[in-house]
T-cell receptor, first 114, second 112 residues
Framework: DGGITQSPKYLFRKEGQNVTLSCEQN?????MYWYRQDPGQGLRLIYYSQIVNDFQKGDIAEGYSVSREKKESFPLTVTSAQKNPTAFYLC?????????????FGQGTRLTVV | SQQGEEDPQALSIQEGENATMNCSYKTSINNLQWYRQNSGRGLVHLILIRSNEREKHSGRLRVTLDTSKKSSSLLITASRAADTASYFCATDAMDSSYKLIFGSGTRLLVRP
């Protein structure tokens, strides 16, 4: 089945550690996105990528890094520079034409700092 | 900053009633999309309305778009308990950035 997969579902990080969240899609979509969601809040854009080997910062990129070496994969690293990383992280993908089509979301990764 | 702001932030209605949620945005757009999120899950796409469209229907959903007021509304008719979720609008800005920006969401509770 086609879809977008995030792993792990739950992740615990110690202070000062870097952690990497995985996002894989087999929908052949060009665009991929990472969002952060805090409790009871909307989604804030961290990074996005329209094409392999290219990505742009969103509204809250500080303390995060990404790579896009393959069309199917867009991993997000939460670095120790991110002071408040506890949140729900959502990855999405969409077709890029003249405009954006609907986005497909993964089931999310809940990151907790311990 | 978030492009869209939803109103109300929370809405509680009785099963069978209609639910209306509003979204306002700041910049010119190519299209506006509505999504649903069940608690602790990913988002699911509901409907997309293009900037040259004024109204769109899908089952019990009706979406309107007023580009002069930079606003959209989502109407869910004959609501069911299973409609309980958070609803978000998202905009594809007309700036060739190809990024999808979400609003703050409306939490809908449908009481049986």
């Amino acid at each position: 089945d086609g879809g977008i997969t995030q792993s792990p579902k739950y992740l615990f990080r110690k202070e000062g550690q870097n952690v990497t969240l995985s996002c894989e899609q087999n929908l052949n979509h060009d665009a991929m996105y990472w969002y952060r969601q805090d409790p009871g809040q909307g989604l804030r854009l961290i990074y996005y990528s329209q094409i392999v080997n290219d990505f742009q910062k969103g509204d809250i990129a500080e303390g995060y890094s990404v790579s896009r070496e393959k069309k199917e994969s867009f991993p997000l690293t939460v670095t120790s520079a991110q002071k408040n990383p506890t949140a729900f992280y959502l990855c999405a993908s969409s077709i890029v034409g003249y405009t954006l089509s609907e986005a497909f979301f993964g089931q999310g990764t809940r990151l907790t700092v311990v | 900053s978030q492009q869209g702001e939803e109103d109300p932030q929370a809405l509680s209605i009785q099963e069978g009633e209609n639910a209306t949620m509003n979204c306002s945005y700041k910049t010119s757009i190519n299209n506006l999309q509505w999504y649903r999120q069940n608690s602790g899950r990913g988002l699911v796409h509901l409907i997309l309305i293009r900037s040259n469209e004024r109204e769109k229907h899908s089952g019990r959903l009706r979406v309107t778009l007023d580009t002069s007021k930079k606003s959209s509304s989502l109407l869910i008719t004959a609501s069911r308990a299973a409609d309980t979720a958070s609803y978000f609008c998202a905009t594809d800005a007309m700036d060739s950035s190809y990024k999808l920006i979400f609003g703050s969401g409306t939490r809908l509770l449908v009481r049986p």
